[in-house]
């Protein structure tokens, strides 16, 4: 079968530029689709780095400033990868360029410059996505599927956290790279922004939106050294964000996140209670889905822990056999994937720019909330 | 060896009448003191009801009257199992008359009266205590031990709820018999008096005390049936409720409960997070403790599941061999064995009324909190 | 409600004197029945000892010599609680003198023996029990009632083992009180009457008789202070046992039994693997039912956990409320109440002493085929 | 960095062919090495297939007629992924043409066609491997490397199992593609050769030669339609096998493998009890290991899952980040990525033919002793 190419020009090499490289070299061995990738063209401010990483992941060729490659004609969608920072800027250059873009998590340091970039991709009409990866783990797509399919009945309760402990030891510093995230000019927030937009791009996909929240943050680490300037320096993010919130659904919702949280070292977890039944999902054991259903036999009701990796559960069909496996990448590979038939209709890949401009509302609104010791409505 | 006995002269027959019950008949089989409870009268309003129940139980007198009850010469102890809304008047009657007062959880409809209770005892200094009966789980009890042995280092996190499914159907009528939980007029509050009260007493007991919380509650069925009247009333109780929470150490809380969490029928959890480990708990398996420690060597980290049946784990060495665990009721016989320690030394047992008391207090916060939707202090 | 009272006398005051006291004593507070258990005496060698035990579980009187017990005109049944060794000559006097007999497991030391026990109860038609309580632990209970309304369809296999470490230390002695199990003369055999005879009990009352077995038994440690003599010797128990089965339905069965698994207290788990539906349980959490429905629908299929603490599920309705666990003693309680139910219609509850020579021919097949290294038949 | 090519010529193209090309395709993304595989040519019986194969998967080139991509000069290594009933023939041609030989497992149909093909690497002096991929799952080369490092001390027990259920269905064909397996012309035995041999593997890898096993075989369907005959025929495969078996090092060893477990997909499990520490893992969760260290502190022992996604535990550093999982492809990639490691110091990996024929003799062993009826040795 021949195919057609789809000319990928990534902007960063960090640990997101080799999950989505490796998603775009794998997706044509297990996905059909009219278009398949082409890693034609990485960008990095290091020459060196650039090349190399050029060289693992078989780039055609290598750029150290990304509006060159945003305006080379043989590239026909950018991936950005690079931290939050300069989503915006880039984007914005990007969808001018007429590229499709594809544009890493959170969208935006904030709700200002995600609207300035919803107004870029929609009015030069240009395909776009944000790599919310977690919506395509097969036990996160297929709750949303028992979801739609009305099997929940009314939601009472949407709960989710986002645990990790890595940031605990107070020797640890901030900014530069591998530790922006610890940075909040290069990051916008912390945990609230890198973690927490994960559980609620879930909920709104799964539960819908949220019309209010009441936040509280805290810094446990008031200063570190800064890896920049050498510096011991203020820490401005926060490192635990937790929120109740209600739903327009009148489901009522309870988010956590923190890095200081000792035995986790990536656990998303997230909890739907609902008239007839529930769904567990966490992201340590990623292929597995509890579900108990108040419907079956009442001596027989119990927590059902679903194995999901046979052929009649979401992307599955695409891997191996019943009983076997896949991980976290995969999720990455689904999205191109997604992506990739989407293309072939000139359809934009949920979760587009506009879609993921309301995780960064909640977002901030949550932080304004933390601020204000109230609570507060979700901006529109 | 010759014991002396412990008059016990119980008030109320329910749920709680019987777990009390099975605690005073067991505790002298297992458990070594120099008393043992007597089980000389219950009181009850039926009095077909009160003698059945005093028959299965071996009760040696009945009354019908809670007055007569508490003036009898032959009581030592009075239990109080009725409602809330009358644990004051009795608890009260029974200190001016001299009596050691066990009262089941919670100890009042809300502060002002616990202060009430509070001052009666203390000022008839009668040995007294709340049956917060889930302090004395062996490992709960356990974790209270490891976090005062400084194993944890400084807390970040508690986070603990309850969650329940036995009200959703619309078809449940409130009030009267088995159903007074449901009766604001009864109970005070919802699930905020009857499980988050258990959470909080937990918390406070392991974690120490929190000064502020902001609190949601929502009652999803606005109206039933009331049994007494006949008539479809308004719900005034919770059926839900979550909080955010700072605690005087500087961690920060998390505490959820409902009636509305499909798959859940009494799950109680709790996990606290510190510098240098982690607990967890719940009370569908409570023979277990899960136990994470960062200081065990680097690639062998992982969460312990530890089943609580040995004899150096608490009280275990008073029941069975390891391997073979003990249940819900034993928290109750435990409670009685400390009771009857504390009581050859004169001292009243944990949680005494004035530490339920600031269970209340928190109970009072969040409710509060909830309707003004701002954070709330806690009373002192 | 009068009761008319069933007299019991025990002999043996160990660690199942302790279980079976405790079910007589609380079975009536928890399940009605025309009669109620007293405890008119307990017999042991020591007086002291035997004293002691009666006090603290209040026994009305005590005896130093079994047979004088035996003959006592106010005793109704004789529970043996003694070491293996002693279980023939007791049951037998006890049948002669008309009593009833409640036997602790297994029923003896070997077939020879029970054999005689069985032609004894039977000739003196005396209601009898062996008390292989596992049986009646709710979930096993219920797994049974799975199994006989059909819902496994065709059997494939069933697996058992249990499994304990208490016997690694080299200097752990054999003989005497609390040893008496690592002594063969008392015991019989090591783990496979101890513990395996459980695991074939249950497996004979779920799936049926056994054909034929392939045994291999192990003595790791070869030589043991004994207690008794204080001298150093050869140790003739069986430390680790493990067996291939053919089962009459034609399933195929694994057994194995060892007090040399590292990190396994007392765990005791089956598993069944029918056409249809497949079930496993562990005794570590005994309140829990693993079950697997190949007729569920396909992409929900999975295992589910059903916590066995609801109403209508067995022996459940009598204790507390849903979500609230009972433990390993109960299943003696169980066991006292289906005794005193059959009592009223003069039936013998099961495992009968016949029953219960089934599992003792078991044992006696594997340990012969352990010594042939052939496939043994187990005899009729 | 310049890489020098290893030119894979593979023959078979059903699930072990996309399982190992998706490794050759991967490796060097993640593991660096001197070689680099490329994917020279595949070869299978019908064109059209094979090319749509080569098209998915990048080969440059298909053969059609296996003996003539043997001869290939630009072929560096022969992958084996053909019907267990070919690999001889193939295996020995190979060797003879002097290529390195990647065999699927099992090695070969028997032990005399084993000992061939050991012959004929040795004889050719080419390196070699024989693909259990479950060796190289993280979770069980960390198992390995703890044994190694002595930390269980004496090993009492081994237990193992392979539990699927996609054969109960009477209605399933035998023969032909996607079912040679229930083939014993092409497959050589059932679940004995499929699923026991990677137990068996992985057994003698983690615990030592076995020297005596009893053996028990079913096959509970009879009769099936052959797929290419078209016709009702007798079933010669094994559909259960379960044996008993003691290690040279003292221990003893339980074995069950099934297709007729209901609720298993590809549940291989194994446990290690040694005097200090066990071991236990499975691939339904591939991710963890559990581990129980008897030298812990006592009243906090306990069974601890250790999630294997840490940059210090096997193989990980080379993936994402703590707490993201990989699966079950993986396992294949790191058999590649040794492979590469060992080619530039001209060794093999292991297991090696020779190391792989161990397990073959232990597989004729088991089946023999099912046919006899008694133990039987395993032959050297």
Not at 307 to 336: A, C, R
Request: glycine letters at 8%; hydrophobic letters at 40%; charged letters at 25%.
């Amino acid at each position: 079968m021949f195919k057609k190419n789809l000319n990928v020009g990534m902007v960063g090499y960090g640990f997101m530029g080799r999950t989505h490289s490796n998603a775009f070299r794998k997706v044509s061995n297990f996905f059909e689709n009219e278009h398949q990738p082409v890693l034609k063209a990485i960008c990095g401010r290091s020459e060196a780095n650039t090349r190399a990483f050029a060289d693992t992941w078989g780039y055609e060729s290598i750029e150290t400033d990304w509006p060159k490659l945003v305006e080379r004609k043989d590239i026909d969608v950018i991936d950005i990868c690079t931290p939050n920072d300069s989503h915006m800027e880039i984007a914005i250059a990007a969808a001018q360029a007429g590229k499709m873009i594809m544009c890493e998590k959170p969208l935006a340091l904030d709700t200002a410059q995600g609207e300035k970039m919803v107004a870029a991709v929609e009015g030069a009409k240009v395909l776009n996505t944000v790599w919310y990866n977690y919506r395509r783990i097969p036990a996160v797509t297929m709750a949303k599927q028992l979801i739609d399919e009305g099997r929940l009945g009314r939601i009472f309760h949407y709960r989710a956290n986002f645990l990790q402990d890595w940031t605990i030891s107070a020797d640890l510093p901030q900014g530069g790279a591998g530790l922006w995230r610890l940075d909040a000019a290069a990051a916008g927030s912390g945990v609230t922004g890198d973690l927490l937009a994960h559980c609620i791009d879930t909920a709104i996909w799964l539960n819908g939106s949220l019309n209010g929240v009441s936040g509280m943050t805290e810094t446990f680490i008031k200063e570190r050294r800064h890896t920049v300037t050498g510096k011991v320096e203020k820490v401005n993010i926060d490192d635990a964000c937790a929120f109740l919130a209600r739903f327009q659904n009148g489901s009522l919702g309870l988010f956590e996140s923190t890095r200081y949280a000792r035995g986790h070292k990536a656990l998303y977890t997230f909890e739907i209670n609902g008239e007839h039944a529930s769904i567990k999902w966490d992201l340590h054991d990623l292929h597995r889905l509890d579900w108990f259903d108040h419907r079956d036999e009442s001596k027989l009701r119990g927590w059902k822990s679903i194995h999901i990796t046979d052929g009649d559960q979401p992307y599955m069909k695409n891997w191996w056999v019943p009983g076997l496996q896949i991980g976290y990448e995969h999720s990455f590979v689904h999205h191109v994937a997604d992506f990739l038939a989407n293309l072939a209709g000139n359809k934009s890949t949920s979760p587009t720019f506009r879609e993921a401009l309301e995780t960064t509302r909640v977002c901030d609104a949550v932080l304004a909330s933390a601020k204000s010791n109230q609570w507060q409505e979700v901006g529109r």
